[in-house]
């Protein structure tokens, strides 16, 4: 079946770094979504990407779609702890079902 | 607005017993979803309902039952409670599920409810 990879699962990063999590498809998606969940939480969306391209910003966080519908990345400038928790890609395919990313964990190192 | 309401946010079954998980939303969102979180394997979808009276199975239906009588309510069964059904489960909704009706298709969550079966 269809799949979105989620790399890495985890990133240990010193506050004031930066971070980065990718999703790839194994086919072309309508459009992707992304959300974060805080320990304990549940996710809250972030944003949705649907052109072949697109770059979206929200403050510090940096959202980009490929060219072919298939991949996507989150980039977090200057991570605060605030930052901390773990970050799903969810990709919708022809059939507009969301495909789930196994998310990514943000963990600040002490 | 309380958005989506989940009940109960813990419990407990032994092996066997049945159980209904509640989930409410007060935003007359069309689409309404049941989700299990496990570690390390993200969200996977059970059910879903595109409106009253239509529900669908998901990615991981069986064990579970759903019902969708009116658009605020969509309860989860488990039939007889097994060990491999300890998870969280979330609910999640949005306004409509088709492209082109003007809604992004975010997702809105329930605070989840953490089941444990002995």
């Known amino acids: 079946g269809q799949q979105v990879m989620q790399i890495p699962q985890y990133q240990h990063v010193q506050e004031g770094e930066d971070f980065t999590t990718y999703c790839n498809s194994s086919t072309t998606l309508s459009n992707i979504q992304w959300y974060k969940q805080r320990p304990g939480g549940h996710p809250v969306f972030l944003i949705q990407l649907v052109k072949s391209g697109e770059v979206k910003k929200q403050k510090r966080l940096t959202f980009q779609f490929g060219e072919a519908k298939k991949n996507s990345s989150l980039h977090i400038t200057a991570t605060q702890t605030t930052d901390v928790g773990t970050y799903f890609c969810?990709?919708?395919?022809?059939?507009?079902?969301?495909?789930w990313g196994a998310g990514t964990k943000l963990i600040i190192k002490p | 607005n309380a958005g989506v309401t989940q009940t109960p946010k813990f419990q407990v079954l032994k092996t066997g017993q049945s159980m209904t998980l509640q989930c409410a939303q007060d935003m007359n969102h069309e689409y309404m979803s049941w989700y299990r979180q496990d570690p390390g394997m993200g969200l996977r979808l059970i059910h879903y309902s595109v409106g009253a009276g239509i529900t669908d199975q998901g990615e991981v239906p069986n064990g579970y039952n759903v019902s969708r009588s009116t658009t605020e309510d969509f309860p989860l069964r488990l039939l007889s409670a097994a060990p491999s059904q300890t998870s969280v489960y979330f609910c999640?909704?949005?306004?409509?599920?088709?492209?082109?009706?003007?809604?992004?298709?975010?997702?809105?969550f329930g605070e989840g409810s953490r089941l444990t079966v002995l």
């Open positions: 969810a990709g919708r395919d022809s059939n507009y079902q969301l495909i």
């Open positions: 999640a909704s949005t306004l409509n599920f088709s492209p082109g009706q003007g809604s992004a298709g975010e997702l809105f």
